[in-house]
């Protein structure tokens, strides 16, 4: 049973405009959520993160909200470049004990220059 | 990536035959783990360790066992090798619940 949902799994956006990656979940434990970036012939690379305790994280070019009410985070890329063509995996953290990572099929973005 | 390397990172194998993958850390790390990626399946954990010695089972861990002797390494057998075996891998290691590193990867075709 997938505890953590990426339902869209291809986005294209033109160069210079918004990207948008949405993920949900389904445990209520989770506390720690976070997003890897994937390259082709390459392992995933973390990217962002956020705590439960927050509702939004900034990174440059990168802001992940959460809202906890819905079990929903996004990932906005803005401006989206052409290097940021990857696929974007979702990650959802629960307290305590080693297997507690888990992760959602990816969105495979395209940027277009 | 610096700090974990994964081998080989190609493979291709006959259906029946055992395989082993290897990844390697020198992060000192206490958290291993081998994942498996799949078009439309997303990173789905085979086994994991805490500790020398010290392993479980993940997701999807029918068919796979694991050994971890030493800190620094983590083996993954496939017993007898299928073809739903043919699939990307990939090892992580973590320190603290939050945060993986990942390895490059393997390609594991079974013919």
């Known amino acids: 049973d997938q505890q953590v949902k990426q339902n869209s799994p291809s986005l294209s956006v033109q160069e210079g405009r918004i990207s948008i990656l949405n993920c949900d979940y389904t445990?209520?434990?989770?506390?720690?959520f976070l997003w890897y970036k994937k390259y082709p012939a390459e392992g995933p690379t973390f990217l962002i993160s956020i705590s439960s305790i927050k509702d939004k994280n900034e990174d440059g070019r990168f802001t992940v909200f959460l809202n906890k009410s819905a079990k929903h985070l996004s990932l906005h890329i803005v401006p989206s470049q052409p290097g940021d063509s990857a696929v974007y995996f979702c990650?959802?953290?629960?307290?305590?004990?080693?297997?507690?990572?888990?992760f959602g099929t990816g969105t495979r973005l395209t940027v277009i220059p | 990536d610096a700090g974990i390397t994964q081998s080989p990172r190609h493979k291709v194998t006959e259906t029946g035959t055992p395989v082993t993958l290897r990844c390697h850390q020198t992060?000192?790390?206490?958290?291993m783990y081998w994942y498996r990626q799949d078009p439309g399946h997303g990173l789905r954990l085979i086994h994991y360790s805490y500790g020398v010695k010290d392993t479980d089972k993940g997701e999807v861990s029918d068919g796979y066992s694991v050994s971890r002797s030493k800190t620094e390494d983590f083996l993954l057998t496939l017993e007898s090798a299928t073809s739903s075996q043919t699939s990307v891998y990939f090892c992580?290691?973590?320190?603290?619940?939050?945060?993986?590193?990942f390895g490059s990867g393997t390609r594991l075709t079974v013919v």
């Open positions: 992580a290691i973590s320190e603290t619940e939050y945060g993986y590193t």
């Open positions: 992060e000192n790390h206490r958290y």
């Open positions: 445990n209520s434990m989770f506390d720690y």
């Open positions: 990650a959802a953290s629960a307290p305590g004990g080693a297997n507690n990572l888990f």
